[in-house]
């Protein structure tokens, strides 16, 4: 059984979230009015989950998510507007710990009940799973915990990687890196240490709505020395820049006259998460040598990219799959793993390192 604690100020979406939850017989649920409500719940009822409106009367859900990482550490997935100011909110809420979010669908959300079911119960019982790193958060935690005395923090062990790093690879390539539940705080993770002089582009697929990719490759582009661009048109592949694909399309690389290009194509049938991973992975290898690739399979619940990149694997590519100790989910780099397609797996600390020693 997998408790959840429902915050909204709204009654209508208590009460349509109540039949999300009532549809399946995995959850019990209580509900909370807002975050002064919710925090005083919590302790008593101990949920697994906790799904948190953004705005909210008495304590918005900023507010109320940055006290819960702190005193009572627990997934958190975030119900979140499709606007542009409801996306940067909620790329603040997955800087803060959050686990995921769900969007509320336009319009009448009655409308949309069942879509919602779907997307939203697989998200919490996903998050139900969710690690939450040791190290997030970990300061301020210590100093609300602890009064008096010094306090002993343990590192998390080291993964010692499947094989040794091999040489460079020899003139230009590609870094393709896949990722979602967790995804926006992984990719900032892994693209802050790199230098703006990295010689190979990096095309991500972040399984994200449209709305929300913009929104992230903007904040990564402010935190990082490389150059973050949404991929909504067609651009050529340029060292030092990383290319987020644009949310519900995928993101595939091409070949035309002046180069290698990203192009954002219309979501196919054929693969259920967008941007695919294993889309992207696949139109690469028809436009470049695999052995002048690696792939990154990082944080994410289902199996997206683990088929394509352990073919780059087999057709001679490097491929990192992030270690389960410090994946929000371990279901994609897991995945990959279980298929013997990663040649070093890795905590994600230790990726943009690893990555320094195979791009010449």
């Known amino acids: 059984m997998i408790k959840v604690l429902v915050v909204d100020d ?24 807002n975050g002064v409500e919710a925090l005083e719940l919590i302790p ?33 997935v975030m119900v979140s507007s499709l606007t542009a100011e409801g996306a ?19 319009g009448a959300i009655s ?29 301020e935690r210590i100093r609300h915990r602890v009064r008096g005395g010094a306090a002993v923090v343990r590192s998390a062990r080291t993964l010692a990687p499947i094989a040794a790093a091999p040489a460079a690879a020899i003139g230009q390539g590609l870094v393709l890196v896949g990722t979602s539940t967790g995804g926006p705080p992984a990719l900032e993770a892994l693209l802050r240490p790199l230098p703006a002089s990295f010689p190979w582009p990096i095309v991500v ?47 595939v690389i091409a070949r035309r006259p002046a ?11 054929d693969y259920p998460w967008h941007p695919s991973t294993e889309r992207l992975v696949n139109s690469a290898m028809e436009q470049v040598s695999p052995s002048q690739m690696i792939g990154v399979l990082m944080t994410g619940m289902g199996s997206d990219g683990s088929v394509a990149m352990t073919e780059l694997h087999v057709r001679g590519g490097r491929t990192i799959a992030e270690a389960e100790e410090t994946a929000v989910v371990w279901g994609m780099p897991g995945e990959l793993v279980a298929a013997g397609g990663a040649d070093w797996v890795l905590p994600l600390p230790e990726i943009a390192g690893w990555l320094g020693k195979l791009v010449p």
């Not at 989950?49 to 953004?54: A, G, K, Q, R, Y």
């Not at 180069?259 to 979501?267: F, H, T």
């Open 205 to 251: 697929a972040q399984h994200m709505p449209a709305t929300f990719t913009g929104a992230l490759a903007r904040r990564l582009d402010g935190l990082c020395a490389l150059r973050v661009v949404e991929v909504n048109r067609a651009v050529v592949l340029e060292p030092g820049c990383v290319y987020i694909g644009k949310g519900d399309a995928d993101v």
């Open 44 to 76: 008593a009822m101990q949920p697994d989950v906790v799904t948190l409106d953004i705005h909210m009367p008495q304590m918005d859900g900023l507010a109320c998510l940055d006290r819960i990482m702190i005193e009572h550490p627990r997934p958190v």
């Open 111 to 139: 409308l949309h009940l069942d879509e919602l079911t779907v997307e939203l119960t697989g998200k919490v019982r996903a998050a139900a799973g969710a690690r939450i790193r040791s190290s997030a958060r970990l300061r």
């Open 88 to 106: 940067e909110t909620t790329l603040e809420a997955l800087r803060l710990g959050a686990v995921d979010f769900v969007a509320k669908p336009e």
């Open 259 to 269: 180069g290698l290009v990203a192009v954002s194509q219309a979501a196919e049938r």
């Open 10 to 33: 709204s009654a209508l979406m208590r009460k349509l979230l109540g039949k999300v939850f009532a549809s399946d017989a995995d959850f019990e649920v209580q509900f909370a009015r």
